[in-house]
T-cell receptor, first 115, second 109 residues
Framework: DSGVTQTPKHLITATGQRVTLRCSPRSGDLSVYWYQQSLDQGLQFLIQYYNGEERAKGNILERFSAQQFPDLHSELNLSSLELGDSALYFC??????????????FGSGTRLTVV | GQNIDQPTEMTATEGAIVQINCTYQTSGFNGLFWYQQHAGEAPTFLSYNVLDGLEEKGRFSSFLSRSKGYSYLLLKELQMKDSASYLCAVHQAGTALIFGKGTTLSVSS
């Protein structure tokens, strides 16, 4: 157990729908990162939050949004889902916004299947 | 932006030594990480280099040359359980870790 908790573990939904993925960071970590992993693209950085505020943005689609709450848990919202959104979505956390020295700790991921 | 290249696949036998290379192009370099990822599981931290040179940690070592934009991960005394993907990731100032597509290592007996 890495200490980063992601729910749900699996999600199957239809095209056009909206889903919410949840992440609780490791105790004491202030930064949360969201990554998407598909077979052909590898781990793609989506977005980072630090202590409730957006800190960095990667290749996140406009249909996707995220937030970090006062208790530091984070949610990733995916809307108007398409077949191509099927992927493993990982959340990671780190103590500070740089994540230096020890990198990030990853959760076990949410496998999203869009049918 | 960043460009990170590593071989797609490598094979080796138990007990052998394997070197996985990674080249990168970035500005504002803040460190290079190696992660191990078994299929369907979370990536786990292996090593971190921010200065030139070799970092050794048990059977695993990682090397960095910042002037050449080059790193390698060296795995010694390979075991079957080392079959996994190895991800090179670069930290650029002001953004998050950016990962290469990973190298899938298959270890056979």
């Amino acid at each position: 157990d890495s200490g980063v908790t992601q729910t749900p573990k699996h999600l199957i939904t239809a095209t056009g729908q909206r889903v919410t993925l949840r992440c609780s960071p490791r105790s004491g970590d202030l930064s949360v990162y969201w990554y998407q992993q598909s077979l052909d693209q590898g781990l793609q950085f989506l977005i980072q939050y630090y202590n409730g505020e957006e800190r960095a943005k990667g290749n996140i689609l406009e249909r996707f949004s995220a937030q970090q709450f006062p208790d530091l848990h984070s949610e990733l919202n995916l809307s108007s889902l398409e077949l191509g959104d099927s992927a493993l979505y990982f959340c990671a956390s780190s103590l500070n916004s740089a994540g230096a020295n020890y990198g990030y700790t990853f959760g076990s991921g949410t496998r999203l299947t869009v049918v | 932006g960043q460009n990170i290249d590593q071989p797609t696949e490598m094979t080796a036998t138990e007990g052998a030594i394997v070197q996985i290379n990674c080249t990168y192009q970035t500005s504002g370099f803040n460190g290079l990480f190696w992660y191990q990822q078994h299929a369907g599981e979370a990536p786990t931290f292996l090593s971190y280099n921010v200065l030139d040179g070799l970092e050794e940690k048990g059977r695993f070592s990682s090397f960095l040359s910042r002037s050449k934009g080059y790193s390698y991960l060296l795995l010694k005394e390979l075991q079957m359980k080392d079959s996994a993907s190895y991800l090179c990731a670069v930290h650029q100032a002001g953004t998050a870790l950016i990962f290469g597509k990973g190298t899938t290592l298959s270890v056979s007996s």
